[in-house]
Nanobody
Framework: QVQLVESGGGLVHPGGPLRLPCAASGSVVSPYGMAWYRQVPGEHRDFVAHITSSGNTNDVDSVKGRFTISIDKPTNTAYLQMNNLKPDDSAFYYC??????????WGPGTQFTVSS
């Protein structure tokens, strides 16, 4: 079993930065991938960014140049660094870990709002 805990939500001004950590614990075995998704109430959960345990990344076009996903392997913690935040970025953000045998784990989510 793997447990994921996100943190870092709150209120952010437009144009501001925010970093979301996601700490994985339990039976975390490489190789694995970690990802961030976001969801606005009543809508689908959308992919934001992904990183493999070896450091390969990809992200959705709407966040390119603004969001950066990274991973600290010794602590199995993924980070989503977000810059130049926009009101449309407001959502619940969920961390996902997918194991080498395609088992998915999800964190409970963290929420932030971009507003002046």
């Amino acid at each position: 079993q793997v447990q994921l805990v996100e943190s870092g939500g709150g209120l952010v001004h437009p144009g501001g930065p925010l970093r979301l950590p996601c700490a994985a614990s339990g039976s975390v075995v490489s190789p694995y991938g970690m990802a961030w998704y976001r969801q606005v109430p009543g809508e689908h959960r959308d992919f934001v960014a992904h990183i493999t345990s070896s450091g390969n990344t990809n992200d959705v076009d709407s966040v390119k140049g603004r969001f950066t996903i990274s991973i600290d392997k010794p602590t199995n913690t993924a980070y989503l660094q977000m810059n130049n935040l926009k009101p449309d970025d407001s959502a619940f953000y969920y961390c996902n870990l997918q194991t080498f045998d395609d088992v998915d784990y999800w964190g409970p989510g963290t929420q932030f709002t971009v507003s002046s």
